[in-house]
């Protein structure tokens, strides 16, 4: 995910083990995959145009996932994945249309000055645009971003601070993401967008201060899934902070063991993998209605 880290790189803590003997192999699902292999590889497509509709949907069921989980706040929040047939453009949500209704085909086609180029004729969320637009041009490995309102990020980004590494899960973003604590007001300013940008950086996303969450990945399954681990890690912070106010004592995860387990279970493809349980519900729950309907 990072433009300065390969997928394949051991952490520079790490030496080809860990002082408990643990060894560290090439990074991907495999090492998490027993009997038969990864069973969901990332799709690799030659038609760029069929890539474009399987990302399209799978933006679609993201946007599903979150309104079930209640990340969804009036007119705010955005997905966007770059367009696999033009990349200097991306896909957008409409504005005010509920993520639980959202379709492949309810989504918008920007191109890098706002103009709305493709699939459906909608009004965009101008503050989305300056978002998003500023993270695709500062980050070419990137090609999907996600920024909620969501309750627990925006409650625990109140205190402007990183999460610690209070559990297995939380690790993967061990040294993978910042925080944003300059809050300039609604993002529609395009200086505004390219601070939140800037802030984010190589990592895998931000806790904007006094604002909300954003993540970024390879693919739009990758960006969702971290950002329900980020908003789930932020109501785990905000409980364990609470109980240690309480005069428990908080046991942190050591740097190497946070290092080591950021290896195993936070490289693409076992991000994207992470997704597609969440992927197959909301096809499941909603009988495919968010997929593109083929002619016949």
């Known amino acids: 995910m990072s433009a300065t880290r390969t997928e394949t790189q051991v952490p520079t803590s790490l030496q080809v083990t860990t002082e408990r003997g643990y060894k560290i192999t090439e990074r991907g699902a495999h090492n998490i995959s027993m009997g038969f292999g990864p069973p969901y590889p990332i799709p690799q497509f030659e038609d760029k145009y069929k890539e474009r509709e399987w990302a399209l949907e799978h933006m679609a069921a993201a946007f599903r996932a979150f309104a079930r989980k209640g990340y969804d706040e009036g007119s705010s929040g955005h997905i966007s994945i770059r367009d696999p047939v033009d990349p200097t453009t991306f896909w957008i949500n409409p504005l005010g249309r509920h993520f639980a209704l959202l379709k492949a085909s309810d989504m918008v086609q920007v191109d890098e000055d706002g103009n709305v180029i493709g699939g459906n004729q909608h009004t965009i969320n ?102 329900m681990l980020m908003e789930k890690s932020c109501e785990i912070q905000l409980l364990a902070d609470a109980a240690a106010s309480n005069g428990l004592e908080k046991k942190y995860i050591g740097d190497e063991e946070a290092a080591y387990t950021r290896h195993i279970q936070a490289d693409r493809e076992t991000l994207y993998m992470d997704f597609q349980s969440y992927y197959e519900l909301e096809l499941e729950l909603s009988n495919g209605a968010f997929l593109i309907k083929k002619e016949t």
């Open 126 to 227: 101008s503050a989305g645009f300056a978002i998003h637009s500023a993270l695709h041009k500062a980050r070419p490995d990137v090609n999907a971003a996600c920024h909620c309102h969501s309750v627990y990020g925006k409650a625990y980004g109140v205190f402007g601070k990183p999460l610690e590494m209070l559990n297995q899960d939380v690790c993967t973003l061990y040294e993978n993401h910042a925080v944003y604590s300059d809050f300039g007001g609604v993002a529609v300013e395009k200086k505004e967008g390219e601070a939140i940008a800037s802030a984010v950086g190589d990592t895998a996303g931000a806790i904007l201060q006094n604002h909300g969450l954003i993540t970024v990945g390879y693919t739009v399954d990758e960006a969702a899934y971290l950002f």
